[in-house]
Nanobody, 113 residues
Framework: QLQASGGGLVQAGGSLRLSCAAPRSIFSINDMAWYRQAPGYQREWVADITPSGQINYKRSLKGRFTISRDNAKNTVYLQMNRLEPEDTAVYYC?????????WGQGTLVTVSS
């Protein structure tokens, strides 16, 4: 399982940085991605980054969220700025394509208005 961390309660307009460390055998060869699931909604893809650093974002989040990876630490990050109440969700990391056995518990991000 891949465990995300760094969530918490933040006011609208604030920032959080999420982290997710993975075994090197997984991290080094896979496109790593962030997903989120808001209450009452299906889990959705947020952003992904290839081993070489090519990045894709959910269009509505581009400009506020930044995905990055540290290949030396086998860690993927999600910097979230100007957070909005609609960003409230459990955030997960996984590969792209998804591996079902990689889902962890996620990290809860709550944005208050």
């Amino acid at each position: 399982q891949l465990q995300a961390s760094g969530g918490g309660l933040v006011q609208a307009g604030g920032s959080l940085r999420l982290s997710c460390a993975a075994p090197r055998s997984i991290f080094s060869i896979n496109d790593m991605a962030w997903y989120r699931q808001a209450p009452g909604y299906q889990r959705e893809w947020v952003a992904d980054i290839t081993p070489s650093g090519q990045i894709n974002y959910k269009r509505s989040l581009k400009g506020r969220f930044t995905i990055s990876r540290d290949n030396a630490k086998n860690t993927v990050y999600l910097q979230m700025n100007r957070l909005e109440p609609e960003d409230t969700a459990v955030y997960y990391c996984n590969t792209l394509p998804i591996r079902g056995d990689f889902w962890g518990q996620g990290t809860l991000v709550t944005v208050s208005s």
